[in-house]
């Protein structure tokens, strides 16, 4: 049924923005490279880092242009060397500040993401997650 709003506009089809599922990016043979590749079929990706400092690059920009979407980042479970990363120089950051990674063990951080150009990839990182406190 198509929906209706208050200025009569109507809009025909499925809203599908929900439905996105997750790409698990995978770290290359040399284990600290993980490429974020916007032309997977998703809007979501997950990866895991590996203990020493691991290497973020975003491919694939020119012909999405305007995605967005998130990638979830998971520390490794020991973090003897872990040191965080570092991220491409197509990545676009608030106030150009670099990133205070949170290298907690098993730690889980979201770098939420928008494609606004060819050469041009802007990103906000949040850290540090952990379970609600109970009340």
Known sequence: MPLRFLSDTLVEGDFTFQESSFTT??????GYQHTVDMDADTNNYTLTFRNGT???????????????GNVICNNPSSVSSFTGA?????AYT???SVISWDTTASGIAV???LVLASNKVLINYVG?????PAP
């Open 128 to 132: 540090n997650f952990d379970s609600y």
């Open 54 to 68: 691991n290497n973020i690059t975003f491919s694939n920009l020119a012909g999405n242009i305007g995605k967005a």
């Open 94 to 96: 608030p106030g150009g």
């Open 86 to 90: 570092s991220v491409d120089s197509f």
């Open 111 to 113: 770098i939420s993401y």
């Open 25 to 30: 990016i995978n770290a290359t043979s040399s």
